[in-house]
């Protein structure tokens, strides 16, 4: 029988670097922003770096770290209001402002798709994240953010209504 | 249909992959019949696929590489207590770059002056009172084209309120942190960054290097997360008054 080390826990370290991809991608849609999902994802590991003692082994890493860069999204955002500044929420997709219309056609559909993310409001935006793109369920996704299932699927329907109304032009229901 | 009575319900469900075999079988056959439900189901599939396709990239070797750097870091400063004399900063403090950097900008040599338990005395009337009634991000006007911005109030772990401020303009520009007890508000730690022509021949240090000294100070203090607007209103609206728990 080939010796294994059950006895060693997975090391943490690692599991931070495997997770960084998924990661990144949450922040990038939280931030609104490569440069700030960048900033978001650092900011995230070092938090959970900080505090490691607190993670529990047994739950998952994933949703302890999105947990936490949620939170200081949440904490930034509030910080970026009270110092009375503005980010540019729609860096990302290069859309200026909220009048999107009049320039979608000039966009490529990865553009287009990307701006529709980012002008979701949060909670939507954080349900696409973890539900479409990191294909969470509806219970772990309702468990991450402390809200009733129903609410995570009204939640979606709405996002997903107001993306197909940006990407397609539809009213999100034909 | 378990207990999803709308068309979005429904379709949230299957495009999620929440409706087992029967359920899906029942929707798909619905679908025939409501070509309307059915184009919608397949412009949020082709949706979908193409945001997946979107926010599909790979992680900027940057980040990898400060992301490890963070980790080295920690490994090697796992013992609690023990201050890392590098920029080992937590997490959230690099929110508060682009206000140092505010300050840097303005400087092109740096004296680093860290003042533990400078008393309250000492520090100007105008910068206490500036410090006492303004919101974070709102700048007060010191006079002689000087200025003082309360960047955020946290709460340091001996229960004392905490702000981090920049000022701006003159030889005292910079940015610190200071502390209030009952009465007066103590300096805990400042970054001296004067104009250049004032100070040519000073030790230039590298600006990530200098806010290691304000990092310093955060973890001496034990500083929690910063309050939110709500908490720092009801305090400056409450001259300081402990937030009742």
Redesign the interface.
């Known amino acids: 029988m080939m010796a294994r080390r059950d006895d060693a826990p997975p090391d943490l370290?690692d599991q931070?670097?495997a997770l960084?991809?998924r990661l990144?991608?949450f922040c990038?849609?939280m931030a609104r922003s490569?440069d700030g999902g960048?900033?978001l994802?650092?900011?995230?590991?070092?938090?959970a770096?900080?505090r490691?003692h607190l993670f529990d082994p047994g739950t998952r890493l994933d949703s302890w770290m999105y947990r936490i860069a949620q939170n200081?999204h949440v904490?930034?955002a509030?910080?970026v209001?009270?110092?009375?500044?503005e980010i540019d929420v729609d860096e990302m997709a290069s859309v200026k402002g909220d009048d999107g219309v009049r320039i979608v056609e000039q966009r490529s559909?990865?553009?287009r798709?990307?701006a529709?993310?980012a002008r979701l409001p949060d909670d939507q935006r954080a349900l696409?994240a973890l539900?479409?793109?990191d294909g969470k369920?509806?219970g772990e996704a309702a468990g991450l953010l402390d809200i009733p299932i129903g609410t995570v699927?009204?939640r979606?329907?709405r996002a997903?209504r107001a993306?197909?109304a940006y990407?397609?032009g539809?009213d999100g229901?034909? | 249909m378990g207990d999803?009575t709308t068309d979005?319900?429904r379709?949230?469900?299957y495009?999620?992959g929440?409706m087992d075999e029967v359920q899906m079988a029942a929707f798909e056959q619905e679908l025939e019949t409501r070509p309307?439900l059915a184009?919608?189901a397949e412009?949020?599939t082709a949706?979908?696929a193409?945001?997946?396709?979107?926010?599909?990239?790979?992680?900027?070797t940057?980040?990898?590489a400060?992301?490890?750097a963070?980790?080295a870091t920690?490994?090697a400063t796992a013992t609690p207590g023990i201050v890392a004399s590098n920029d080992n900063?937590?997490?959230?403090r690099?929110?508060q770059w682009p206000a140092l950097g505010a300050a840097a900008a303005a400087a092109a040599a740096f004296l680093l002056v860290v003042l533990p338990g400078m008393t309250g005395n000492d520090m100007e009337p105008a910068v206490v009172a500036m410090l006492d009634d303004l919101?974070?991000?709102?700048p007060g006007d010191l006079g002689k084209g000087q200025t003082i911005t309360p960047?955020?109030t946290a709460i340091a772990a001996d229960g004392r309120y905490c702000r981090e401020f920049v000022r701006n303009g003159g030889q005292s520009a910079g940015t610190g942190i200071a502390c209030r007890d009952a009465r007066h508000w103590t300096l805990e730690a400042f970054i001296n960054a004067p104009a250049a022509q004032d100070a040519p021949d000073q030790i230039r240090t590298a600006g990530g290097k200098d806010s290691s000294a304000l990092d310093a100070a955060y973890t001496r203090l034990g500083m929690s997360?910063?309050l939110?607007?709500e908490e720092?209103d009801m305090l400056l609206s409450t001259e300081w008054k402990k937030i009742g728990k």
């Open positions: 370290n931070i670097v960084l991809p990144r991608r990038v849609v490569r960048d900033d994802c650092q900011a995230t590991v070092e938090r770096l900080s490691r200081l904490d930034r509030r910080r209001k009270t110092r009375g500044q559909a990865l553009e798709a990307r529709a993310i696409m539900v479409v793109f369920s509806y699927m009204s979606l329907a997903r993306i197909d990407v397609n539809t229901n034909g | 999803w979005d319900d379709l949230m469900a495009l999620d929440a309307e184009q919608r412009r949020f949706n979908d193409l945001l997946r396709q979107a926010f599909d990239e790979p992680v900027p940057s980040l990898t400060s992301v490890q963070a980790i920690a490994s900063r937590p997490g959230w690099r929110w919101p974070s991000g709102q960047q955020l997360d910063p939110g607007k720092e």
